[in-house]
Structures are given as structure tokens and as C-alpha cells.
């Protein structure tokens, strides 16, 4: 079904399994907003957070200083560390992810896959991370959920792939072969690893073979239209050497939010810092989030060599509403979507949203030429 799961009807009496399935969902959906962190007890254990926590004079809470970019990243390093992650940190200035906006992104991706009948506990899950940034927060939180899962980590820039690595094997994550030049990677290395328990993460540099792939994706599909064919003559997204060779589960994706750095700027109350690929593009969200879903269907039509190799969700976070309802527009327009969820995540008063799609039934391009049904 296309579209976004339907409340249940209230106008008839429900069995026990609908029920349940209520009680599920209101569970899964205050997951999505779990509790501000314990300044004081992060204090407590980590004397670099502890500098930053500050005791109101008024009622005598404690809070901290958001417009301070050294205060935010400490905090995320905290909660990192209690998960496991030890001696995280990135560059100054770039971006300092969310991390109770970027677990409740984790946790619904869990709840798709759940809903599909996998079973998380196996360790043959692979996820990427679109523009993994330099702090690598995604690998590291799925790996640290799941130790036996395989995530791809994608960036473009040098400074940003090297402190994402540096991030991961910190965190004692095997590397899994991969050759930045040729985009190969060793699946074997990466998915028969002998520990059980180890990280596995591939942080790849695609900045190096962009240009041949944007021009295969235009050359390959020539029933698009002139407006699609504008939409991704800009560098891809998608690292499609990847998704041509591996069997990936799902995406996930904080896009660059703005236009411009200076619409990124404007608010006071908080500075999570980021550099200018990492919080802006051309055309800002609503562009960036539509290249993505076009490029995501090439990836399912241009698959080759196997058949079977296929994403099973592509998702995206979201923060502006009208970027949301453009992005499902788009995909209700192509006949090879099958599938689209969506969720809200608050945090205090931030609100972002999830979107995720799936083409896993669509034909391959080979197929499509052959039937002209394309």
C-alpha cells in the first residue's frame, strides 16, 4: 500500500490483534520522544561535560549553554560514551549531530524493518548512511544497537571521511575493505568478520568518481523527462557503485537543510555548528530530498548484475513540512513505489520528520526495455 499506514476505524468494534497493534504503536510512538538528557549525572561521570552544566539561580536546575558549539559537542560525546562509544570528537565547526533526534531516527528505521519481518538480531544487515558527515553518527549508533550489523558510511569531502574514520575505529570498528579509487568493496571481509561482536563500518570517499556516475545514470534511463534529467546533473547522492554491488537493507539521511549558510544561521537559542556542504546545497531540503528520490529509482532500475540485489527502505529526515508533502507527491507519481511511512520526531520544540519509501517489487531497467512498459 502506498502511503502512510491508516488509523485504525473507530467506527467498529476491534478484535484483540488490532488492540495490540494500538497498544504497539503508542509505544513506538513515545519512543519518538524520549526525555531531555540528566545534566547532572553526565556531569558526574565525565569531567570534560562537566564544565559546561550551569545551576540556575532561580529554581536551581541545571541546563547548559546550546549556543555554545564546544558545550553541544561535549554533550553528544557524553552520550555517545554511554553507549559505548569511547574518544569520539570531530573537527571544530562542523556539524555536531542531535543525539536523541538521531536514536529516534534509528529506532523507527528498527520499526520498518520489524514490520517487514526481519529479525534485527541477524548479522546480515546492511545499512548506509547518505553524507555520513564527519561525525559518523549513524554507523556508530546501529552498531552499537546491533554489533553484528554492516554499515556503509558516504561523504564527499576529505576532512569529514577522515574524522568519520577516525570516529569508527575509535570505536573499535573493523574496516571493511574498500578501494576509494574504484569504489570495490571486499563483501567478504566485511560480512564474515570472525568476531560476533565487533563493529563493522566502511566509510567511503565518493568525491573521486562522481562525475562518470552522473553521467551513467543520464545516459542509461532515457525515458525521463528533460525536467527530471535537470534535477541530478549536480553530483550524485547515492553512492551507486555501492548500491550496484552490495544488498543493502535500508538508507538513512540528514539532509543539508538550507538554501544558503546564511539561512542556516538564523537561529540564536542553539549552534550545532556545520560547515557549508554539510548544512546547505542548491535549492536547499526540498531539492536535495527530490535528487534523492530520483536517483533512489535508478538505483532499483539499473541494478545489473543480480537480480536480487535491491534496497529494501530508502529514508530520509525531514525538516520542513512542505519538503514532506512535495517528497511523497513525487513518489506517488512513479508507478514503481510501493511503499511510503512516514513519522514525526520532537525533541523540546524541534520537530523533524521521517520519510521512507520502497521500490523493492519495481522491475530493473533491463527488464523495462524489454516489455517497453518504462
Same mark, same amino acid.
Given at each position: @500500500? ?10 467498529? /468494534?476491534?478484535?484483540?490483534? =488490532? ?7 503508542? &509505544? ?41 558549539? &564546544?558545550?553541544?559537542?561535549? *554533550? ?9 562509544? &569511547? ?5 571544530? %565547526?562542523? *556539524? ?15 520499526? *520498518? ?13 546492511? %545499512? ?55 569504489? &570495490? ?17 566502511? !566509510? ?6 562522481? +562525475?562518470?556516475?552522473? @553521467?551513467?545514470?543520464? +545516459? ?8 527530471? =534529467? =535537470? ?18 537493507? #535500508? ?5 543539508? #537543510? #538550507?538554501?544558503? @549558510? ?14 557549508? !556542504?554539510?548544512?546547505?546545497?542548491? %535549492? ?32 530520509? @529526515? ?7 508533502? $512535495? ?6 507519481? $512513479?508507478?514503481? +513505489? ?20 520502497? #521500490? ?11 516489455? /517497453?512498459?518504462?
Amino acid at each position: @500500500m502506498i502511503g502512510p499506514e491508516p488509523p485504525p476505524s473507530t467506527k467498529r /468494534k476491534r478484535d484483540g490483534n =488490532e488492540e495490540e497493534e494500538d497498544e504497539e504503536k503508542r &509505544q513506538r510512538h513515545q519512543r519518538h520522544h524520549h526525555q531531555q538528557p540528566d545534566f547532572n549525572r553526565l556531569a558526574a561521570k565525565y569531567d570534560y561535560f562537566a564544565r559546561h552544566v550551569i545551576t540556575t539561580k532561580k529554581n536551581a536546575t541545571t541546563t547548559i549553554d546550546f549556543t555554545s558549539w &564546544q558545550t553541544t559537542h561535549d *554533550l553528544c560525546r557524553a552520550l555517545l560514551e554511554e553507549i559505548g562509544v &569511547q574518544n569520539w570528537s570531530i573537527p571544530e %565547526g562542523h *556539524l555536531v549531530p542531535g543525539f536523541t533526534q538521531r536514536r529516534n531516527y534509528c529506532e523507527w528505521v528498527e520499526s *520498518l524493518l520489524e514490520k517487514d519481518g526481519v529479525r534485527l538480531e541477524e548479522d546480515n544487515i546492511r %545499512g548506509v548512511d547518505v553524507g555520513t558527515g564527519a561525525s559518523a553518527i549513524f554507523a556508530l549508533l546501529f552498531t552499537s544497537r546491533h554489533p553484528k550489523w554492516d554499515m556503509f558510511g558516504t561523504d564527499i569531502t576529505k576532512e569529514a571521511v577522515e574524522s568519520a574514520r577516525r570516529n569508527c575505529s575509535a570505536a573499535g570498528a573493523s574496516e571493511c575493505s574498500c578501494d576509494d579509487t574504484t569504489g &570495490q568493496v571486499d563483501g567478504d571481509n566485511c560480512s564474515n568478520s570472525s568476531s560476533k561482536s565487533r563493529r563493522r563500518i566502511s !566509510i567511503r570517499d565518493v568525491s573521486k568518481r562522481r +562525475t562518470s556516475v552522473t @553521467m551513467k545514470v543520464l +545516459t542509461e534511463d532515457q525515458n525521463d523527462n528533460r525536467e527530471q =534529467e =535537470e534535477e541530478i546533473e549536480d553530483e550524485p547522492i547515492l553512492d551507486l557503485d555501492l548500491f550496484d554491488e552490495e544488498h543493502i537493507d #535500508f538508507t538513512v539521511c540528514n539532509p543539508p #537543510f #538550507f538554501n544558503s @549558510m546564511s539561512d542556516s544561521s538564523q537561529n540564536p537559542r542553539t549552534n550545532f555548528g556545520g560547515t557549508r !556542504i554539510e548544512n546547505s546545497c542548491r %535549492g536547499g531540503e526540498s531539492s536535495f530530498v527530490r535528487r534523492m528520490i530520483l536517483e533512489s529509482r535508478r538505483v532499483t532500475l539499473l541494478r545489473k548484475t543480480n537480480k536480487s540485489i535491491r534496497v529494501r527502505w530508502f529514508t530520509t @529526515m525531514v525538516g520542513v513540512k512542505a519538503t514532506l508533502k $512535495m517528497a511523497k507527491k513525487c513518489l506517488r507519481e $512513479m508507478k514503481e +513505489t510501493t511503499k511510503i511511512r512516514e513519522t514525526a520526531f520532537v525533541q523540546g520544540k524541534t520537530r523533524r520528520w521521517g520519510l521512507a519509501w520502497s #521500490f523493492e517489487r519495481a522491475k530493473t531497467f533491463e527488464e523495462c526495455v524489454n516489455t /517497453k512498459n518504462c
